[in-house]
């Protein structure tokens, strides 16, 4: 069981706006920044947000991210069926010294 | 751009040791973090460790003594070592660039690797 806690699964239908949360404690997303993956069927994850809320270039604006105390969110607006896939979040943890992902929640567009 | 490949066996025997190299093109090796990071069905995503230009490494606790990862920057290469394996170890096996608060940027294609007799 990860110690960042994703749903499994999540699902909306086409333009409808989804969030996705990961919850975990004050020793990885309480004090460190959130990222978040995108994995397309077959393919590696690819980073979509970082640094809590930033998107590299190429990402659409659909996709956004968000942080308050040990959780966050990810957002994705305008669903689209090109956004089925799994998505992660990752933190740091300061007790563990090591890197952390979370569960992954598959993503579904109806 | 910067591109990320791993090679090595694709079938490991229990108890043995599971070798893979990283090959990084397109760029230097000499900055960042370059981890290893694999993904079964039973574990999802599960971070290995990762070395720095400086050699300093970090482990993932859970794998601690079994797991050596290396730096060989005349080769633009990183390698990792775990040992012994057993088949719980059977995973897609992705080398990866990490960079700080910009976060897991750069991944391989992933190589899966097999441990059974």
């Known amino acids: 069981q990860s110690v960042l806690t994703q749903p499994p699964s999540a699902s909306g239908t086409p333009g409808q706006r989804v969030t996705i949360s990961c919850s975990g404690t004050?020793?990885?997303?309480?004090?460190?920044?959130v990222h978040w993956y995108q994995q397309l069927p077959g393919a590696a994850p690819k980073i979509l947000v970082y640094?809590?809320?930033q998107r590299p270039s190429g990402v659409p604006d659909r996709f956004s991210g968000s942080k308050s105390g040990t959780s966050a969110s990810l957002a994705i607006s305008g669903l689209r069926s090109e956004d089925e896939a799994d998505y992660y979040c990752?933190?740091?943890?300061?007790?563990?010294?090591?890197?952390?992902f979370g569960g992954g929640t598959h993503l579904t567009v109806l | 751009q910067v591109q990320l490949q791993e090679s090595g066996p694709g079938l490991v025997r229990p108890s043995e040791t599971l070798s893979l190299t990283c090959t990084v093109s397109?760029?230097?090796?000499?900055?960042?973090?370059w981890s290893w990071i694999r993904q079964s069905a039973e574990r999802g995503l599960e971070w290995i460790g990762r070395?720095?230009?400086?050699?300093?490494?970090n482990y993932n606790p859970s794998l601690q003594g079994r797991v050596a990862i290396s730096l060989d920057t005349s080769k633009n290469q990183f390698s990792l070592k775990l040992s012994p394996v057993t088949a719980a170890d059977t995973a897609i096996y992705y080398c990866?660039?990490?960079?700080?608060?910009?976060?897991?940027?750069?991944w391989g294609q992933g190589t899966l690797v097999t441990v059974s007799s």
């Open positions: 990866a660039r990490e960079r700080g608060f910009l976060g897991t940027d750069l």
């Open positions: 397109g760029g230097s090796i000499n900055n960042y973090y």
């Open positions: 070395v720095y230009i400086s050699g300093s490494t």
């Open positions: 004050s020793s990885n997303i309480g004090s460190n920044y």
């Open positions: 640094r809590n809320n």
């Open positions: 990752s933190a740091w943890d300061d007790s563990l010294s090591g890197l952390l």
